[in-house]
């Protein structure tokens, strides 16, 4: 059974750096491609980072390309989001997702989803 958790978020001011963590109770998703995706109030979910199930393929949505950091960790069942240079735009609610069709940018793509962790930008 999958179970995704996601932890990390928090309040930071702009500039700032913080790393969010996806784990696996389930210890499934190895098997994977997984991705984080946000929501910001209002607005639709929107792609961020893809990671392929073996570590070695990632992608990266336009607007964190360069800031953001996709990695996992086959031992440990956990797929982290390292992000730096924060904007008070990327305040959202920041989710992973489980593909069961190898991954990709739409969140149709993606099966499982954890409960979400905010993160919360100041200017």
């Known amino acids: 059974q999958v179970q995704l958790v996601e932890s990390g978020g928090g309040l930071v001011q702009a500039g700032g750096s913080l790393r969010l963590v996806c784990a696996d109770s389930?210890?499934?998703?190895?098997?994977?491609?997984m991705g984080w995706f946000r929501q910001a109030r209002g607005k639709e979910r929107e792609f961020v980072a893809t990671i392929s199930k073996n570590g070695d393929n990632t992608d990266y949505g336009d607007s964190v390309k360069g800031r953001f950091t996709i990695s996992r960790d086959a031992a440990k069942n956990t797929v982290y989001l390292q992000m730096g240079s924060l904007k008070p735009e990327d305040t959202a609610v920041y989710y992973c997702?489980?593909?069961?069709?190898?991954?990709?940018?739409?969140?149709?793509?993606?099966?499982?989803w954890g409960q979400g962790t905010q993160v919360s930008v100041s200017a």
């Open positions: 389930g210890r499934t998703f190895r098997n994977y491609a």
């Open positions: 997702g489980l593909s069961l069709r190898g991954g990709g940018t739409y969140y149709p793509d993606y099966s499982y």
